[in-house]
């Protein structure tokens, strides 16, 4: 459902992508343990999940792609961008799939979009060092995907409960 | 949070479960670690990297650069190239499953693979 002014959309649609940007690097400055280095924790899913609430999975892709490109061109490598690529856009899939589901919540959408993540970038990694051993890193990194991806819903909802009237407001569209 | 979002986090630490059963089955079943020589991607010769074993060197030419590839006593190395940055001759030996050098510029790398259990990570 596209209605909402052109530019509406796209001026949301930059402030997303600034955030998501901004999440990018927080998280690269957490000392999280990845099994290699340009992976990420999938903190700027929260960004990615509110564009999929607020605009859809079209933009949100968008978004994705402008933020991935930025965050590997700024501070990362070609490395980090296959793996924050693969991550981002299978989790915005997942959760673009999950969400209309009437059992779920943005937390179950959450944590299957961080699963997905954590799964894409274990899979780029497999496929760039041919080391078919690395898919036992999941044994550990999905348990952890569950935390993050249910502290991604925890602020994703937080910050939908305060932006959803401004939103609609800006877009002139009910947002659901 | 709904029914649903439970299900979706006990699939979750199933799949946790599956992969991490699949790791532990695997462990010893490639007991020989083996060096993987790869030309643009594509794999160009497998020798088995056995401790103990005599020198050997291998000559890769690829995009007009000439490599000279070491295997001794369980580890491998590129002893020396002629492409412009040395990336690959600086990563020195390597041994341990996963370990990889590799050569941007004449799209040669050397993969040791199999071995069975090792350390994944060593913090200094």
Redesign the interface.
């Known amino acids: 459902m596209r209605r909402g002014s052109g530019v509406r959309r796209v001026a949301l649609c930059g402030l997303i992508a600034a955030v998501a940007f901004a999440l990018s690097f927080l998280e690269s400055l957490i000392p999280f343990p990845m099994p290699l280095p340009g992976m990420k924790l999938g903190l700027a899913n929260i960004a990615t999940l509110f564009a999929v609430y607020a605009l859809g999975a079209g933009e949100a892709a968008l978004m994705v792609l402008t933020r991935c490109l930025l965050s590997a061109l700024l501070f990362g490598g070609p490395t980090q961008l296959a793996f924050s690529l693969a991550g981002g856009m299978l989790a915005l899939a997942v959760m673009e799939l999950l969400r209309r589901l009437p059992g779920l919540s943005a937390y179950g959408v959450s944590v299957a979009g961080a699963a997905a993540h954590n799964i894409a970038q274990v899979a780029v990694a497999a496929f760039t060092l041919s080391t078919p051993a690395i898919w036992g890193y999941l044994a550990w990194l999905l348990p952890v995907s569950v935390v993050t991806g249910w502290a991604v819903a925890l602020v994703y909802l937080f910050a939908w409960q305060r932006l959803r009237a401004p939103v609609r407001r800006m877009l002139g569209t009910p947002a659901d | ?9 006990a699939i ?2 199933a ?3 599956a ?2 059963l ?2 532990f089955l ?1 462990i010893g079943e490639d007991a020989e670690k083996t060096l ?1 020589i ?1 030309v643009n991607g594509e794999e160009q010769q497998r020798l088995l990297l056995l401790p103990g074993a005599p020198m050997e060197q291998i000559v890769v030419e690829s995009q007009g650069f000439h490599l000279t590839i070491e295997l001794q006593d369980g580890q491998a190395r590129v002893a020396q190239a002629d492409c412009p940055d040395g990336v690959c001759v600086h990563a020195g030996w390597i041994s341990r ?2 370990a ?1 050098a590799v050569c941007v510029p004449a799209r040669v790398s050397i ?1 040791v ?1 199999g071995g069975g259990p090792a350390p ?2 060593v913090l200094q």
Do not use: C, K, Q
């Open positions: 949070m709904r029914r649903g979002d439970y299900l979706v986090m979750v630490l799949l946790a479960l992969f991490g699949g790791a695997s993987v790869r499953p996963g990889v993969a693979e994944d990570v």
